[in-house]
């Protein structure tokens, strides 16, 4: 009994000082959103109609579409600060993301795929200043960046060789970046 008490003990300990271990003070206040001092985009509307419709910038049978699969093999993965989808093609599953971040910056995109020793093409999108990123991965993954309102991106990452993920990412920032609404 004296050595069970020992144990549970002991994994009590362990347990808290896990806990306190992965907690922190943060200073400052807290605000909701929007109320810090950092300008908004407001003018991204205006500029650019599409960029506002979030996940549904493009339909899921255009997305299905542009990459090779039946509307009927495409699927929401994820709604949230990105949004996901994947589809089945002739050739395989492939994974779509798209990213718009507001206060995000062209420049810090390219950064960042430097860090990662991607292969980077600057274009022009759609007229948009942009950049298109390949990771150098067998699958051929691809990437689209564009200076748009903050800055708004596609990814296609296959999860089989054969597709020609650059042209399908590219496709869909000329959608999104489209001005007709």
């Known amino acids: ?23 922190r003070s943060v200073d400052g206040t807290a605000m909701r959103a929007g109320a810090g001092s950092s300008p908004r985009n407001n003018e991204s509307q205006e500029k650019y109609p599409n960029l506002l419709k979030e996940c549904d910038v ?13 509307p009927r093999d495409i699927q929401s993965t994820f709604v ?6 994947q589809a089945a093609n002739p050739a395989g599953l492939v994974d779509i993301t798209r990213f718009w971040y507001e206060q995000g ?3 810090n995109e390219r950064q ?3 860090a990662l020793n991607y292969q980077i093409e600057d274009r ?19 990437g689209v960046a564009s200076d748009a309102a903050g800055v708004v991106g ?10 020609d993920a650059c042209a399908q990412a590219i496709k869909l920032a000329e ?7």
């Open 58 to 70: 493009l339909t899921a049978d255009l997305l299905a579409e542009t990459v090779g699969a039946d």
């Open 124 to 142: 022009r999108i759609a007229g948009i200043q942009s950049i298109v990123m390949r990771t150098g991965d067998a699958n051929g993954s691809c």
């Open 112 to 114: 960042v795929a430097q």
């Open 175 to 181: 959608l999104t970046l489209a001005t007709n609404s």
């Open 1 to 23: 009994m004296r050595k069970q008490l020992a144990v549970a003990a002991a994994v009590v300990a362990a347990v808290a000082s896990l806990i306190t271990g992965c907690s």
């Open 105 to 107: 910056s062209l420049d």
């Open 80 to 85: 949230g600060a990105v949004c996901r989808w």
């Open 154 to 163: 596609w990814w296609i990452n296959p999860q089989a060789p054969g597709i």
